[in-house]
């Protein structure tokens, strides 16, 4: 019988003096200095995860990106998180729908999250299989992606010490979790 | 000549995709239409607008089928003129698309079952509606939805926290009816006989349906368990053709059975859930599911005829009718165990014609509810379910789908039925006999007695009493509703019919509740919300939106402003507006 989600072991695979960790968690709910969010061209934070930060976080995260959009597919933005445990989101905007060079995009939306978080001095960032899901990367792909840009930009010169991947569930743990065994 | 035209990258993705998704079943009904229009009457959309071919199966068939002609079939590749055989070239023929298969049917399959040559239109459209998601074209409910079951696990959004708080909420509610500390709501325990599992409607806009099936569970001694995570029955890729999206719900809770080595998986009832769950689930999912899975109409069937509760018709008298879920009936064959139930708890039950599997679409299936773009569209062909119930002259319809609880209430309301919609669940609750305890000693009946002597000298206390309440309506019948309600359990309500009157008025009385309507006159009342949210005065007030527009739910939700405390959709009956004022207020029913 499987393990309870939240029980599911985590992996953790070193990358020079880093850690990336995947876990079974609710990204908006990590204990980290920032996550990302898969965000709309708009920067509204809609439903989903966007549910999630608004109630949990309350609103001042929609006023400050009230400012901030719209964006184009690549771009990210930083926000405060509110009352969430995070300082920060990384409010990311990558392939939607089956979009052209989705796989050239995702990487520059993963290695732009990174460097925003770090320009904000994060050294614990999270990370949901961006993507994946409502809009379309396939699981496969996106977690090929994820890793190999994370991999990459961690053995730069870097201050972030852990990047955490979070799968809401088996279906999405399973592929992080044959790149980083 | 017209292959060479330019094609978007959206089209040609639909155009690649379509070919993936080709099965037996879609290839066969692709071809077999001899266009002999037996399906055009069977239609309620057709039924509705007689003067529009647009609404015909055959007709929206074709919109699909020229597709699979021109790009999958030898006639439409050789000869398209002789078959009429098209393709799609622009996003704005998607959007024409979008309009037909998302606009224009609710998958209920009533079509399928009057063509002689067994066409499924209900399984190609979905299909379409499937390859359309993939591009990212839909109506945006239906993205908004989508999202939410992908992220969340669950179609409203409902976060885990306000699941379990539910939950226990509803557990004490139960305790203090019933006072004994055992009925209790049991979450994540392990080797329990039934797991039960819910639609999130009943987390927010109806939870006394948990609590009535806590209830019977409880009288029935069975061992149970509501599961923590994994427990939304529903799955909206029946509903938008993603079959990821179907397989990712569906293995989410299969595991979570699994995980609780659960023996049998009890759905409660809605007809979506249902099939998608109990049918379509495994092969969405690809993988065998390891218990028994049954809808709570059966359970509850068999623990009247076990004898493990035992019911008395004489409670539930007012004529009832029953509205068959295009998804339990047609599709699913779940169509006499509702009937034995009701004629088990009910003393009047009228029949409703056409029924079982011909009967018509609540107007809400295939996720139209969430389609507000469509809703006027959707409330015309809803006056074919009208006249249905008009003719029955029940005074309630009783259906297994919680979908089709919000579409029949959309149509009573829209074509003014002195009617109101329940549940299964709701008449055997209520018909339950409760065995009585076991009758006191001598000394605790005198004990008993004396307590219940200083009780009644007691003044009542009526629930709502030194609270003030600022009710914001347009609609007389509603605002004199509403405030009755409230005054009748004690609260003190100040009205207000528009917006300028309702920013006014809640600045002046600073009350603990606002209920607002989102359709007023005056101010527009997303700006009036913002605007009291943002008052440094109010930041107590707690607002409670009552709507019979869901679509306008926007005005409200985009805001960068706190979100409201809760959310009715009209009609509201009296029990569920006490029911959720309480919850927002915090006030339990044994302090009142």
Redesign the interface.
Known sequence: ?????SQQKPIEKRIDGSTVRLVCA?VTEADVDAFVFYAQPDL?L???????I???G??????E??ELGPIQTGEVVVSGAGNLKAKFIIHALGP?????DTEGKLRTTVINSLKAAEEKGVTRIAL?PMGA??Y?VPLDLCARVMIEAIQDYLQGETKIEEVLICA????EFKPFAARLA | MSEKKARSHKAEKVIERLGQKLSRQIAGSMVACVHCGMCTESCHYVLANPGDPTYAPAYKADKIRKLFKRHYDWTGRFFPWWVKAGSVYTDADLEELKDTVFGKCTNCRRCSLNCPMGVDLASFNRMARGLLVSVGVMPEGVAVVSKDQWEIGNQMGVLKEDYLETLEWMAEELQDELDDPQADIPVDKTDCEVVYSINPREVKYDPRSISDAAKIFHFAGENWTMPSEGWDMTNFGLFSGDDDLGGAVARRLYEKVSELRGKKLVISECGHGYRSTRCEGPNWAKQDVPFEMESSVLTMLRYVKEGRIKVDKTRNTTSVTFHDSCNNARSCGLTEEPRELLNLVCTDFREMTPNRAENYCCTGGGGAMSMSEYTPRRLKSGKVKADQLKATGAKVVVTSCHNCVDGLADVIRHYKLDMEVTQLVNLVANALVIPEKAAPSAEEKVAQEKVAALESAKPVALPLADLKFVVADDEPDQLAFLSTVFEDYGATVVTATNGDETLETVRREKPDLLTLDLEMPGLNVGDVFETLRKDPELEDLKVCIITGRPELRKLIYDRSVRVPEGYLDKPVTEETLLLTVRKILGIHEHET
Do not use: I
């Not at chain 1, 809609?46 to 999630?52: C, D, K």
């Not at chain 1, 309350?58 to 006023?63: A, D, N, R, T």
């Not at chain 1, 939607?96 to 052209?100: C, V």
């Not at chain 1, 809401?168 to 279906?171: A, E, F, I, K, M």
């Open positions: 019988m499987p393990e309870a989600l609710d509204k809609g439903s989903g995860f966007g549910t999630a608004s109630v949990r309350g609103p001042s995260v929609q006023k990106l009230d939607r729908f089956n979009e052209e949901p899901g409502f379309t809401g569930d088996r279906r």
